[in-house]
């Protein structure tokens, strides 16, 4: 009685990680500057002096610049929480599972994300390593014990 074994999965490489991170980073700035144009054309419809303007524009620019980060924090925990991928992975045909390649769980993603900037302290290095790695993990993928594969 011959035992099957599961296809090994394909591990996705630097370059496909790095143009899905890259398309979520302009998504993300997108959305940000959509947003901003939104708030500086509402209060442009309050008053046409934009010397009265110019302080809350700014005061609206300060406050996203401070809720950027958590944007971008909710963007990649909710989507890699729910799905195992961003709309950037999505986009390359790529999937974060665990390193059993079941389904990755909030707490995963959370601490994936966490994982993130300690990936990119060290100028990058952790995210580098992916490319030496033999299952093509970063630093972060090894915190939570999870993978990119080609979905």
């Not at 008053?47 to 005061?59: G, R």
């Not at 993130?116 to 972060?140: N, Q, T, V």
């Amino acid at each position: 009685m011959a035992v099957e074994v599961a296809p090994q999965p394909q591990y996705a490489g630097f370059l496909a990680r790095g143009m899905a991170l890259g398309i979520d980073i302009i998504l993300i700035k997108l959305l940000y500057f959509c947003c901003l144009c939104a708030v500086a054309a509402v209060l442009r419809g309050h008053s046409s002096n934009w010397a009265v303007l110019l302080p809350s524009i700014f005061s609206c620019f300060i406050f996203f610049l401070f809720t950027f980060p958590l944007f971008t924090a909710i963007y990649f925990l909710i989507l890699h929480g729910w799905q195992g991928q961003t709309l950037g992975k999505m986009f390359m045909g790529l999937k974060v599972v665990r390193a059993d390649n079941g389904g990755v769980t909030p707490s995963l993603a959370f601490l994936r994300f966490v994982g993130y900037g300690l990936s990119g302290l060290p100028l990058g290095l952790g995210f580098f390593w992916s490319i030496i790695d033999r299952e093509k993990c970063a630093w972060h993928d090894h915190l939570a014990t999870t993978r990119v594969i080609m979905k």
